[in-house]
């Protein structure tokens, strides 16, 4: 059995493919002994790999495009599309069913700050609804956990946030989700991502990896939402098991999981459309130089 270090970037909900992968022993049947170990911090996870800290690590394709953007000779590279959406939701103090972008001139938003992506999103989707910045007021920037309680408080209107904020302000009664940024479709969001170098020696290891989301992907379409969140459960200890079980249901209905690990093209160049307008990038980096295509269409075996 392959041993390799995986960097898991953050604890997050909408990463319940990778904790099902260990939990269901899923890259264990394809024969990779994984041992994962928490990145020191979102900002760190793509230079760990550079710097030989782990070989392969799970986020955002954002961070791969940044390196490109900075080093035309990267080296690093995705596969394997495995959070096909943006997980991120604006949540408002009043009911809005039949939100539009535009709903938000006039209003005191807070932006989600913590990691790039889901401002380049929510930037580029105001730019293509035109609404201008002068006509909304942003926030000072604040933690999710900041903004949450500010929403409470009544001193903002709307908040961008991921699970499990978004949950607990709707149970409470205090908020009510206005918008899911997961219909905008497919952008990447989380892939692996490694290094050439790695991909090229440990080609059938990065394949065992994709064969083993492959699998987990395709239970976590099919399975009950209580029986997933049952077996992650020990991940979240500070969200109690119906609340997860809602959360992994959202989340499935809104497609934010794919039901395999092919990275298309579209999906990237979405993606890649957000970090351009919003400035995050300055390349048009080619999805041939950060996607190895051929190891996310590693063909998945039947159980």
């Keep these: 059995m392959t041993s390799i270090t995986l960097y898991e970037n953050l604890r997050t909900p909408s990463y319940v493919p990778f904790y099902l992968a260990i939990e269901r022993g899923d890259w264990a049947r394809e024969g990779v002994d994984v041992r994962v ?5 979102t900002a760190y996870t793509a230079q760990g790999l550079l710097d030989g800290a782990a070989d392969v690590s799970w986020g955002g394709p954002m961070r791969v ?12 590279v995705c596969f394997a599309q495995i959070v096909a959406r943006d997980p991120f939701l604006l949540v408002g103090r009043r009911p809005n069913p039949d939100f539009r972008f535009t709903d938000l001139r006039g209003q005191r938003l807070a932006v989600a700050v913590e990691v790039p992506t889901p401002w380049m999103t929510l930037q580029d989707d105001l730019s293509r609804a035109g609404v201008a910045p002068s006509e909304w007021t942003r926030a000072p920037d604040r933690t999710m956990a900041e903004n949450a309680v500010a929403l409470e408080a009544g001193t903002v209107d709307v908040i961008q946030v991921f699970e499990p904020y978004a949950e607990a302000l709707t149970q409470s009664g205090i908020g009510h ?11 990447g969001f989380t892939s692996f991502y490694t290094t050439r170098s790695f991909a090229d020696r440990e080609r059938e290891t990065c394949r065992a990896l994709t064969r083993g989301i ?15 969140a049952a077996t992650v459960q020990s991940y979240f200890p500070d969200v109690d098991a119906s609340a997860l079980a809602r959360i992994v249901n959202g989340f499935r209905e809104s497609g934010l999981w794919p039901s395999t690990p092919a990275f298309p093209v579209d999906a990237f160049v979405r993606l890649k459309a957000a970090l351009l307008s919003g400035g995050l990038i300055s390349y048009d980096v080619p999805y041939e130089h950060a996607v190895d295509a051929e190891l996310s269409a590693t063909t998945i075996p039947e159980d």
């Design 177 to 187: 989700v206005w918008h899911r940024f997961a219909t905008r479709g497919d952008v």
């Design 37 to 41: 170990t928490l990145s020191p911090s």
């Design 214 to 228: 492959g699998r987990t992907l395709r239970y976590l379409s099919i399975a009950p939402a209580d029986e997933v």
């Design 65 to 76: 495009m940044m390196h490109h953007d900075r080093d035309r000779d990267c080296p690093l």
